[in-house]
C-alpha cells in the first residue's frame, strides 16, 4: 500500500489529534456555556417563582443535554489518545500530565455526570432547591474539569514544576501545587470560560431567532427572556474575553515570541524602545520564503497593543528563528524547523478578534431589542432575526481558531522547549491502523454532527410548548379542561 | 517495589472493579434491549432502570485510564498503544453506545428507535468483550521490545483464551445486568421471562467459567506462579456463581445481584493477582512490563494518594446516595417525552 507508506505516522496522528480535539471542543463549551445560562434560569425561577424560566430551563436544558452526551462520548477518546498516539510522550511527562488528567476524571467528572443524571432525572424528586443545586453543581463539575485539562495544556504551553531526570530520560514533577499557579493557566482558564459563555448564549440567541423567524409572534414572551438572559451572559463574556486575551498577548511576547509574531505577521524587528510600530491589519505571507509579502498598516497601533504605549517594538520571526537555533540547537540539533504556518496563525487571530467585536455589538443590540420597556415587535424585524441565526456558528468559529493559534503554535514542540513533537509519537503503531482509525472517527463525528444538528433543529421546531406537557409538578384541576386535553394528548 | 506503588497497582485493580460491577449490568442492560424486551414499553422501562446512573458509572473507567497514566505512564503508554485497534473499537463502541440512549429517545419513526436500539445492543455486548480479550492478553504474554513497545500480529490478539475471556466477561454482563434489572422491574411478564432466562443462563455460565479455568491453565503461569491463590480465587468464583443460581431459583433478588457482582470483581482481582508484579506480561521470559519500572516518582504517587484518598470517599458517597434515592421500582408503561 503506497498511499499509506507516503502518510507518515507524526502527520496521521496530529491530524487526529486535531480533528477529535476541535469535534470534542464543539460541545464542551457549548455544554458549559449552556450549563451556565440554565443555571441562571433555574434560579432564576426559584426566586422570582415565574413559570416562563422553568419552562426556559427545560427547554434550553434538552440542547444542553444533547450537548453534554456527545461532549461525554468524544471525551473519552481525548484521555486514551495520549497513550494510544502519543506513547513516548505519555512515557515522557506521565509524571506530570497524568496527574492533571486522572484528578479532572476524579474531582469533574463524576460530579457532573452524576449531578446532571439526579437534575435531568429528578425533576418530580426534589424541591426547587435542591433540584437547582443539582445543576449548578453540574456546572461547576464542568469547570473544574476545563480548569485541570488547561493546568496539563498549560503545562504544554509553558512547562513549570518540573525536572529532566537524565538517568531515566523523563520529565519529573517536583512541584504539584506549580501545575496550578503556572501563569498560563490563569490566561488560558478564563479565557476559554468567557468563549463558553458565547457558545452558550449565541446558540441561545440564535435559536430564538430561528424560531421566531419559522413561527412570527408564537412564544414571544419566552424567547425574549431567553435573549435577555443569554445576551447578559455574552455581554459580561466579551468584556471578559477582551480583557484576558489582552493580557495573553502581553504574556506571550515573553513565553512564545515566535507565536505572536506569526499571530502579528512580523518577519523583521520593527520598533523600538523610542520607536513606534506599526500593526499590520492584513496582509500576506510567502509561506516558502517566510517574506511579508504585502501588508496594510496602523502606525502606532502594535505598540499600543503589544506594550500599551506609543513606542516598543517587536521581533520578527527571521530574528527569532536565530535566536532559537542558538538556544536550542545544544539540545535538538541544526535541523529542527521553528517557522510557524504563520498565514494561518495570522488569519486565524484576525477571525478570533473580528468575531470577538461581533458578539460585543450583537449582545448590545440583543439587549437593545429585548429591553423592558421597548415596544419593538422583533417578529418584524427578519433582517436582525437572520443575522442572530447565523451568528449561531460563529462563536464556533472562534474558539476553533483560538486554538489553532495554541496548538500549532507551539510547534516544533509538544512541551515547549522540552519535547519535540517527532520525539512523542507511538513508535509501534502503523501508519495502516491510523488511517484507518482517522476515516472511521471521521464518519463517526459526521453522522454525530449532522444528528446533533438534526436533533437540535427537531427541539427548535418542537417549541417550548414541547416541554409542558411532561410538567407534572404542576397542579391541575382534574375536572378542567386543560386537564383533558393534557390526558387526550398523552 | 515501594509501598505506593503496590498501593496504586491495588487501587487500578479497585477502579476496573468498580467499572466492570457498575457499568458491567449497564452493558447487561443494553444488551436485554434486543434480547429480553419485546416492545419499546419494555425497552423504555430497561432503560430507565439505569437512565440516572450509567454515565456516573462509565466514568469509573476513565478515571481508571486517568489513574494508570498518572501513577503507571509506562503501563498506560505500553497498554493504550500496543492495544491501538482493540482500544480504538472500544472507543467507537463507548461512542455509539454513550449516544444511543440520548438518540433512541429522540427519533420520531420507529424505524430509526429500532436502529439505535440496536446499536445500543450491539455495542454493549462488544465493549465487555473486548475488554475481556484485552485483559487475557495481558495476562498470557505478548510480544513487548526493551521499551515496552508492543508489536503484536493478530493471532496474539486473538486465540481461544482470549475468546472465551471475552465471551466469559460478555456474559457475566449479561447476567449482572438480568439480575439488575430483576431488582428494577417486578411488572409480571418481562419480570418473569428474565426469571426463565437466567434459569438456562447459570448453567451456561458455570460451563464458561471452567472452561476460563482451564484455558487459564493452559495459556498463563498462574497456577505455576501462584497455585495456592489462583486456585482458592477461581473456586470462589464457582462457589458465588453456584449460590447466585440456588438463590435466584429461590427468588431472592438482591442475594443473586450481590454473589455475582463479587464474581465480577474476583475475576478482575483474579487476573490483577497473577499478574503482580508484572504489568503487562512478555512472551519471551525477561521481557515483561514490571510494576516496579511503571510508575511515577514517589513524589507523584504521594501527591495523587492524598488526593484520591480524599476525593474518592466523597464520590462514593453521592453516588451511592444517588443510587439510593433512585431506588424505587421501574414499571413498564407508556411515557412521552
Same mark, same amino acid.
Given at each position: 500500500?503506497?498511499?499509506?507508506?507516503?502518510?507518515?505516522?507524526?502527520?496521521?496522528?496530529?491530524?487526529?489529534?486535531?480533528?477529535?480535539?476541535?469535534?470534542?471542543?464543539?460541545?464542551?463549551?457549548?455544554?458549559?456555556?449552556?450549563?451556565?445560562?440554565?443555571?441562571?434560569?433555574?434560579?432564576?425561577?426559584?426566586?422570582?417563582?415565574?413559570?416562563?424560566?422553568?419552562?426556559?430551563?427545560?427547554?434550553?436544558?434538552?440542547?444542553?443535554?444533547?450537548?453534554?452526551?456527545?461532549?461525554?462520548?468524544?471525551?473519552?477518546?481525548?484521555?486514551?489518545?495520549?497513550?494510544?498516539?502519543?506513547?513516548?510522550?505519555?512515557?515522557?511527562?506521565?509524571?506530570?500530565?497524568?496527574?492533571?488528567?486522572?484528578?479532572?476524571?476524579?474531582?469533574?467528572?463524576?460530579?457532573?455526570?452524576?449531578?446532571?443524571?439526579?437534575?435531568?432525572?429528578?425533576?418530580?424528586?426534589?424541591?426547587?432547591?435542591?433540584?437547582?443545586?443539582?445543576?449548578?453543581?453540574?456546572?461547576?463539575?464542568?469547570?473544574?474539569?476545563?480548569?485541570?485539562?488547561?493546568?496539563?495544556?498549560?503545562?504544554?504551553?509553558?512547562?513549570?514544576?518540573?525536572?529532566?531526570?537524565?538517568?531515566?530520560?523523563?520529565?519529573?514533577?517536583?512541584?504539584?501545587?506549580?501545575?496550578?499557579?503556572?501563569?498560563?493557566?490563569?490566561?488560558?482558564?478564563?479565557?476559554?470560560?468567557?468563549?463558553?459563555?458565547?457558545?452558550?448564549?449565541?446558540?441561545?440567541?440564535?435559536?430564538?431567532?430561528?424560531?421566531?423567524?419559522?413561527?412570527?409572534?408564537?412564544?414571544?414572551?419566552?424567547?425574549?427572556?431567553?435573549?435577555?438572559?443569554?445576551?447578559?451572559?455574552?455581554?459580561?463574556?466579551?468584556?471578559?474575553?477582551?480583557?484576558?486575551?489582552?493580557?495573553?498577548?502581553?504574556?506571550?511576547?515573553?513565553?512564545?515570541?515566535?507565536?505572536?509574531?506569526?499571530?502579528?505577521?512580523?518577519?523583521?524587528?520593527?520598533?523600538?524602545?523610542?520607536?513606534?510600530?506599526?500593526?499590520?491589519?492584513?496582509?500576506?505571507?510567502?509561506?516558502?520564503?517566510?517574506?511579508?509579502?504585502?501588508?496594510?498598516?496602523?502606525?502606532?497601533?502594535?505598540?499600543?497593543?503589544?506594550?500599551?504605549?506609543?513606542?516598543?517594538?517587536?521581533?520578527?520571526?527571521?530574528?527569532?528563528?536565530?535566536?532559537?537555533?542558538?538556544?536550542?540547537?545544544?539540545?535538538?540539533?541544526?535541523?529542527?524547523?521553528?517557522?510557524?504556518?504563520?498565514?494561518?496563525?495570522?488569519?486565524?487571530?484576525?477571525?478570533?478578534?473580528?468575531?470577538?467585536?461581533?458578539?460585543?455589538?450583537?449582545?448590545?443590540?440583543?439587549?437593545?431589542?429585548?429591553?423592558?420597556?421597548?415596544?419593538?415587535?422583533?417578529?418584524?424585524?427578519?433582517?436582525?432575526?437572520?443575522?442572530?441565526?447565523?451568528?449561531?456558528?460563529?462563536?464556533?468559529?472562534?474558539?476553533?481558531?483560538?486554538?489553532?493559534?495554541?496548538?500549532?503554535?507551539?510547534?516544533?514542540?509538544?512541551?515547549?522547549?522540552?519535547?519535540?513533537?517527532?520525539?512523542?509519537?507511538?513508535?509501534?503503531?502503523?501508519?495502516?491502523?491510523?488511517?484507518?482509525?482517522?476515516?472511521?472517527?471521521?464518519?463517526?463525528?459526521?453522522?454525530?454532527?449532522?444528528?446533533?444538528?438534526?436533533?437540535?433543529?427537531?427541539?427548535?421546531?418542537?417549541?417550548?410548548?414541547?416541554?409542558?406537557?411532561?410538567?407534572?409538578?404542576?397542579?391541575?384541576?382534574?375536572?378542567?379542561?386543560?386537564?383533558?386535553?393534557?390526558?387526550?394528548?398523552? | 517495589?515501594?509501598?505506593?506503588?503496590?498501593?496504586?497497582?491495588?487501587? #487500578?485493580?479497585?477502579?476496573?472493579?468498580?467499572?466492570?460491577?457498575?457499568?458491567?449490568?449497564?452493558?447487561?442492560?443494553?444488551?436485554?434491549?434486543?434480547? $429480553?424486551?419485546?416492545?419499546?414499553?419494555?425497552?423504555?422501562?430497561?432503560?430507565?432502570?439505569?437512565?440516572?446512573?450509567?454515565?456516573?458509572?462509565?466514568?469509573?473507567?476513565?478515571?481508571?485510564?486517568?489513574?494508570?497514566?498518572?501513577?503507571?505512564?509506562?503501563?498506560?503508554?505500553?497498554?493504550?498503544?500496543?492495544?491501538?485497534?482493540?482500544?480504538?473499537?472500544?472507543?467507537?463502541?463507548? #461512542?455509539?453506545?454513550?449516544?444511543?440512549?440520548?438518540?433512541?429517545?429522540?427519533?420520531?419513526?420507529?424505524?430509526?428507535?429500532?436502529?439505535?436500539?440496536?446499536?445500543?445492543?450491539?455495542?454493549?455486548?462488544?465493549?465487555?468483550?473486548?475488554?475481556?480479550?484485552?485483559?487475557?492478553?495481558?495476562?498470557?504474554?505478548?510480544? $513487548?521490545?526493551?521499551?515496552?513497545?508492543?508489536?503484536?500480529?493478530?493471532?496474539?490478539?486473538?486465540?481461544?483464551?482470549?475468546?472465551?475471556?471475552?465471551?466469559?466477561?460478555? $456474559?457475566?454482563?449479561?447476567?449482572?445486568?438480568?439480575?439488575?434489572?430483576?431488582?428494577?422491574?417486578?411488572?409480571?411478564?418481562?419480570?418473569?421471562?428474565?426469571?426463565?432466562?437466567?434459569?438456562?443462563?447459570?448453567?451456561?455460565?458455570?460451563?464458561?467459567?471452567?472452561?476460563?479455568?482451564?484455558?487459564?491453565?493452559?495459556?498463563?503461569?498462574?497456577?505455576?506462579?501462584?497455585?495456592?491463590?489462583?486456585?482458592?480465587?477461581?473456586?470462589?468464583?464457582?462457589?458465588?456463581?453456584?449460590?447466585?443460581?440456588?438463590?435466584?431459583?429461590?427468588?431472592?433478588?438482591?442475594?443473586?445481584? #450481590?454473589? $455475582?457482582?463479587?464474581? #465480577?470483581?474476583?475475576?478482575?482481582?483474579?487476573?490483577?493477582?497473577?499478574?503482580?508484579?508484572?504489568?503487562?506480561?512478555?512472551?519471551?521470559?525477561?521481557?515483561?512490563?514490571?510494576?516496579?519500572?511503571?510508575?511515577?516518582?514517589?513524589?507523584?504517587?504521594?501527591?495523587?494518594?492524598?488526593?484520591?484518598?480524599?476525593?474518592?470517599?466523597?464520590?462514593?458517597?453521592?453516588?451511592?446516595?444517588?443510587?439510593?434515592?433512585?431506588?424505587?421500582?421501574?414499571?413498564?408503561?407508556?411515557?412521552?417525552?
Amino acid at each position: 500500500m503506497n498511499l499509506v507508506a507516503g502518510l507518515s505516522i507524526l502527520n496521521l496522528a496530529r491530524f487526529q489529534f486535531a480533528m477529535t480535539t476541535i469535534f470534542h471542543f464543539f460541545f464542551v463549551p457549548l455544554s458549559i456555556g449552556l450549563g451556565i445560562i440554565v443555571s441562571v434560569m433555574e434560579t432564576l425561577y426559584v426566586i422570582k417563582k415565574d413559570d416562563q424560566y422553568k419552562r426556559m430551563t427545560k427547554f434550553w436544558g434538552k440542547i444542553f443535554m444533547l450537548s453534554f452526551a456527545v461532549g461525554v462520548v468524544t471525551g473519552i477518546i481525548q484521555e486514551f489518545q495520549f497513550g494510544m498516539n502519543w506513547s513516548r510522550y505519555s512515557r515522557y511527562v506521565g509524571d506530570i500530565f497524568g496527574p492533571a488528567l486522572a484528578v479532572e476524571a476524579l474531582v469533574a467528572f463524576f460530579l457532573e455526570s452524576t449531578f446532571l443524571g439526579l437534575w435531568s432525572f429528578g425533576w418530580d424528586r426534589f424541591n426547587k432547591k435542591l433540584h437547582l443545586l443539582f445543576i449548578w453543581l453540574t456546572t461547576l463539575g464542568s469547570a473544574f474539569s476545563a480548569l485541570w485539562i488547561l493546568a496539563a495544556n498549560s503545562f504544554m504551553q509553558n512547562p513549570v514544576g518540573f525536572e529532566v531526570d537524565h538517568k531515566f530520560d523523563r520529565a519529573v514533577l517536583v512541584d504539584f501545587p506549580a501545575l496550578l499557579q503556572n501563569h498560563q493557566l490563569w490566561l488560558e482558564f478564563p479565557h476559554v470560560i468567557f468563549a463558553t459563555f458565547m457558545a452558550g448564549s449565541f446558540v441561545v440567541m440564535g435559536v430564538s431567532a430561528f424560531s421566531l423567524l419559522r413561527k412570527p409572534h408564537h412564544e414571544v414572551n419566552f424567547f425574549k427572556k431567553s435573549v435577555q438572559v443569554s445576551a447578559v451572559v455574552a455581554l459580561v463574556g466579551v468584556v471578559g474575553l477582551a480583557y484576558t486575551g489582552d493580557s495573553h498577548s502581553l504574556a506571550l511576547q515573553d513565553d512564545q515570541p515566535m507565536k505572536f509574531a506569526a499571530t502579528e505577521g512580523i518577519d523583521k524587528n520593527v520598533g523600538g524602545d523610542d520607536e513606534q510600530a506599526p500593526w499590520s491589519v492584513i496582509s500576506y505571507t510567502d509561506p516558502k520564503t517566510n517574506e511579508v509579502k504585502w501588508s496594510l498598516d496602523i502606525p502606532y497601533m502594535l505598540s499600543i497593543l503589544g506594550d500599551h504605549s506609543l513606542t516598543g517594538g517587536s521581533q520578527g520571526w527571521n530574528e527569532l528563528n536565530k535566536e532559537l537555533h542558538e538556544k536550542y540547537d545544544v539540545k535538538f540539533g541544526h535541523d529542527m524547523n521553528y517557522y510557524l504556518p504563520n498565514n494561518t496563525l495570522y488569519y486565524s487571530f484576525r477571525i478570533m478578534a473580528v468575531s470577538a467585536g461581533a458578539f460585543g455589538l450583537l449582545a448590545v443590540v440583543a439587549l437593545w431589542f429585548t429591553r423592558k420597556k421597548s415596544k419593538i415587535d422583533i417578529s418584524k424585524y427578519k433582517w436582525a432575526l437572520w443575522i442572530f441565526g447565523i451568528a449561531t456558528y460563529l462563536p464556533f468559529v472562534a474558539i476553533t481558531s483560538g486554538w489553532l493559534i495554541t496548538e500549532l503554535g507551539r510547534a516544533p514542540w509538544v512541551v515547549y522547549g522540552v519535547l519535540t513533537m517527532a520525539d512523542a509519537v507511538s513508535p509501534n503503531v502503523s501508519a495502516a491502523s491510523l488511517l484507518t482509525s482517522n476515516i472511521l472517527y471521521f464518519a463517526t463525528f459526521t453522522v454525530l454532527g449532522l444528528i446533533m444538528v438534526m436533533l437540535s433543529r427537531r427541539v427548535m421546531i418542537a417549541g417550548p410548548e414541547s416541554v409542558d406537557e411532561t410538567d407534572t409538578e404542576e397542579d391541575v384541576d382534574p375536572f378542567s379542561p386543560k386537564a383533558f386535553e393534557n390526558g387526550k394528548e398523552a | 517495589m515501594t509501598g505506593y506503588q503496590i498501593l496504586w497497582f491495588v487501587l #487500578i485493580a479497585v477502579l476496573f472493579s468498580g467499572f466492570f460491577f457498575l457499568e458491567g449490568f449497564d452493558f447487561g442492560i443494553g444488551m436485554s434491549l434486543k434480547t $429480553l424486551a419485546k416492545n419499546e414499553e419494555e425497552e423504555d422501562a430497561l432503560i430507565r432502570s439505569i437512565g440516572p446512573h450509567w454515565d456516573g458509572n462509565e466514568v469509573w473507567l476513565i478515571t481508571a485510564g486517568g489513574a494508570m497514566f498518572a501513577a503507571m505512564p509506562f503501563w498506560y503508554a505500553s497498554l493504550f498503544s500496543g492495544f491501538y485497534l482493540i482500544l480504538f473499537a472500544i472507543l467507537i463502541g463507548l #461512542i455509539y453506545r454513550g449516544v444511543s440512549f440520548e438518540f433512541r429517545e429522540q427519533m420520531k419513526t420507529a424505524k430509526y428507535r429500532n436502529l439505535w436500539t440496536a446499536i445500543s445492543s450491539v455495542t454493549s455486548m462488544l465493549v465487555p468483550f473486548l475488554f475481556g480479550v484485552l485483559f487475557t492478553d495481558v495476562v498470557q504474554g505478548m510480544p $513487548l521490545n526493551a521499551n515496552g513497545d508492543m508489536s503484536a500480529n493478530f493471532w496474539d490478539y486473538f486465540n481461544i483464551f482470549s475468546i472465551v475471556g471475552g465471551v466469559a466477561m460478555s $456474559l457475566l454482563s449479561y447476567v449482572h445486568g438480568l439480575n439488575y434489572a430483576r431488582l428494577k422491574i417486578t411488572d409480571g411478564s418481562l419480570h418473569n421471562r428474565i426469571q426463565k432466562q437466567l434459569r438456562v443462563l447459570y448453567p451456561v455460565l458455570l460451563v464458561g467459567e471452567v472452561a476460563f479455568a482451564v484455558t487459564l491453565f493452559a495459556f498463563t503461569d498462574f497456577f505455576t506462579e501462584k497455585p495456592l491463590i489462583t486456585v482458592i480465587m477461581l473456586a470462589a468464583i464457582v462457589v458465588l456463581t453456584l449460590v447466585a443460581w440456588t438463590v435466584t431459583l429461590k427468588r431472592q433478588n438482591t442475594w443473586a445481584f #450481590i454473589a $455475582l457482582g463479587l464474581v #465480577i470483581i474476583l475475576v478482575v482481582a483474579l487476573l490483577f493477582t497473577g499478574l503482580f508484579p508484572r504489568v503487562i506480561v512478555g512472551n519471551e521470559s525477561g521481557m515483561s512490563l514490571l510494576l516496579k519500572n511503571a510508575t511515577s516518582t514517589p513524589y507523584t504517587l504521594k501527591w495523587m494518594t492524598i488526593i484520591s484518598l480524599t476525593a474518592l470517599p466523597i464520590v462514593l458517597a453521592y453516588q451511592i446516595w444517588s443510587f439510593y434515592v433512585f431506588r424505587d421500582r421501574v414499571r413498564v408503561e407508556k411515557i412521552s417525552y
